[in-house]
């Protein structure tokens, strides 16, 4: 019984992997639409991984280079809060929606969905990149 302690083999389990793959592709639908909804000319960037949030730095008023800093291990985490609420901000999310959205990741992927396919969020902000 003790020696079962530490009986994992290292691969993740198929559950795992496509909630993973489900919350990907349904953020990706969401940065789609939201790319569509500003007029961004290449939206069907939102479905390539990791590059799709060059959409969310062009809305911020970022470059796409700054994707890059995202490798930089702790740096990264800090730089996705700063940015996500740069983002909210820009479409005029509440506050207490940027909170409960960076603290529940579900949160701010339904956050992400009504921004997209809702009347009520509109893009306040002005870029001058574009994708």
Not at 21 to 39: E, H, P, S, T
Not at 109 to 116: C, F, K, R
């Amino acid at each position: 019984m003790m020696s079962d302690w530490c009986a994992y083999s290292g691969a993740p389990s198929w559950g795992g992997f496509w909630v993973g793959v489900v919350f990907y592709v349904i953020q990706a639908i969401a940065f789609y639409q939201i790319a569509k909804k500003v007029n961004i000319r290449n939206a069907w960037v939102a479905f390539v991984p990791f590059v799709q949030f060059i959409i969310v730095l062009h809305l911020i008023d970022k470059s796409g280079w700054n994707i890059l800093l995202l490798l930089i291990p702790l740096v990264n985490i800090v730089l996705i809060i700063i940015w996500m609420v740069k983002f909210y901000v820009a479409f005029s999310v509440s506050t207490g929606l940027i909170v409960l959205s960076i603290i529940i990741p579900i949160a701010g992927l339904i956050v992400q969905l009504v921004i997209a396919f809702s009347e009520q969020y509109s893009y306040k902000g002005s870029t001058r990149f574009t994708v």
